[in-house]
């Protein structure tokens, strides 16, 4: 044990390959000095409450865990030479380099400070900083890229690129072990981000600028993981409370190589925080309570059947991607690949199938963005995506606050878009609503004879049944490909036959499960839904073209 008393002065000095060596560093009040070329090696912990003078380097080289104590003290140089590792009991500044030869060091509550001119070398996924709590690990006078060589345990390795082309200012960062639903708070997302989040602040507000690059093991990807479609999403709060993560559509792209494996940079960041990458957990939201009742299922004092929920008959991965129809179901924005866990999801939750909705351009109508919905007994359209437990309102993420339309479809039924334009404007924080079940002028009916919606009961409406190709019109007549009744005849084979049983296919009209000529009634059989919907030879029912 080296300790010294306010009084004396120990100098190393000497050649570069001056070495001293010691279980323990204690310096109390004592200025004690590391002249240049010099290493003092300790095997213990070390506790200061001064600054170690100088420009040598103390290693750290013991066989068990050691901890540094510093008061907030500098340290000129520090090398991490231990496989069992360093720990912070309080704050320290290292002035010049960080050298990581084995080990790492662990910050729990607090921060490890890098000099103005200081570096870190050779961090790897095996010896970097862990910042397993609180504690930051800080650059001074941050200007020219730099990387915090930073991960939230000694298993994984999140590093962050920073460049500050603002006002040079004192940078810090700490990685979370998870991608948080409030950025620094809330429940883990399970699901389409990176299983770790980078909390991200500066000494002076507002000072900064910044280009951000993070990066991730393949190890980190929580699957389903889209690489080609990813960006770095910034959790937006304000003096009121929680807001929401904000990336858009637009910034998505596919990811770089990193360190270990991938990465993705953000340009033009001057507002610190919280920051996480991935896909549609992470997007602005643009939250819609939309609410639609479908023609096919039973319907009963504002309830529809989810028997296709009940029979686990309806897939935990959406439907719409891939499938024909026309117009086809194309995905756009952050819509494709929706899933659930597994089927009890859907009967908890009294889903009775995927629906596909879409949010168009308040001008011109096209569509912008997509998602692949669930649509509840009640009308209810929600989001699939769920961290935690229930369900919530969907949705259309990545989309800027705004005006547009909203249309949605099914895979057997016509589709329905809503008469005007909608104010989505303030739909970040607060679910908006419309309600196509209340009246046949909340769906566009222009260029049609028949009204854009069915009658499910007296005063409520839904979408239009006996779509079998997903096209826009419900009909008996044309060729087998476009008569919804020839694909239905096709499907049970016979008019005796019962038809298949178990089965989630667009002939299944009333969405039981079954597709059949016989029963006692619509609810059971399907060819009498379609003669309820189509009862002439002639009769079309047709869909708006939006």
Known sequence: MIRKNLHFVLMIAGLAFCNIASAQLYI???????????????????????????????????????????????????????????????????????????GHLILGSNNLSIGSAGTITTPTIAKHVVT?????????????????????????????????????DTIAVRCLANALTQGTTGVAYNKEVVDASWDISES????????????????????????????????????????????????????????????????????????????RPVLSPLLTNTKIFLQGPQYTA????????????????????????????THAGSGGGETVANSAFFTTNNIVDWIFVELRDAGTGAVVSTRSALLKNDGSIVEPDVAGTGVTPLSMGGNAPGNYYISVRHRNHLAARSTAVIDYSAA??????????????????????????????????????????????????????????????????????????????????????????????????????????LPGTTTTITQPTY
């Not at 240049?36 to 750290?60: E, F, H, Y």
């Not at 709590?133 to 930073?150: I, N, Q, S, W, Y």
């Open 428 to 533: 970040k924080t607060t679910a908006k609503a419309y309600d196509f079940t209340t009246s046949l002028a909340s769906a566009y009916s222009t260029g049609i004879t028949n009204n854009a919606l069915a009658t499910v009961s007296t005063g409520v409406f839904g979408l239009w049944s006996i779509n079998a190709n997903s096209d826009r019109t419900s009909k008996k007549i044309g060729s087998s490909t476009t008569n919804d009744y020839s694909l239905f005849q096709t499907s049970v084979n016979s008019a005796a036959s019962p038809g298949p049983t178990n089965v989630y296919v667009r002939e299944d009209f009333n969405m039981d499960g079954n597709v059949r000529k016989t029963g006692a009634s619509a609810n059971t059989n399907d060819y009498t839904k379609l003669l309820g919907v």
């Open 132 to 168: 397993d709590g609180t504690g930051k690990l800080r650059k001074a006078a941050l200007a020219a890229a730099f990387t915090f060589p930073v991960g939230n345990s000694t298993t994984t390795y999140n590093p962050v690129s920073i460049t500050n082309s603002g006002t040079a």
């Open 204 to 279: 002076v507000a507002g000072a900064s600028n910044l280009s951000v690059t993070a990066n991730w093991a393949t190890s980190d990807q929580l699957a389903p993981f889209n690489a080609a479609k990813v960006g770095l999403s910034y959790y937006v709060t304000t003096p009121a409370g929680n807001v929401g993560w904000d990336l858009l559509n637009s910034q998505l792209g596919a990811a770089a190589a990193g360190t270990p494996n991938s990465s993705v940079t953000r340009t033009g960041i001057t507002s610190l925080g919280t920051f996480a990458v991935g896909f």
């Open 302 to 329: 504002g309830i529809m059947s989810n028997a296709l929920a009940t029979k686990s008959l309806i897939p935990t991965t959406e439907p719409y991607t891939g499938m024909t129809g026309t117009p086809a179901f």
């Open 28 to 102: 109390d009040n004592a200025q004690f000095f590391i002249q240049s070329g010099a290493t003092v090696t300790v095997q213990g912990n070390v506790t200061s409450n001064a600054d170690i003078q100088g420009t040598g380097k103390l290693q750290l080289k013991g066989s068990s865990i050691q901890t540094v104590s510093m008061a907030g003290k500098k340290i000129p140089n520090l090398e991490i030479d231990n496989v069992s590792n360093a720990t912070l009991s309080t704050s320290a500044e290292v002035v010049g380099d960080l050298l990581f030869t084995n």
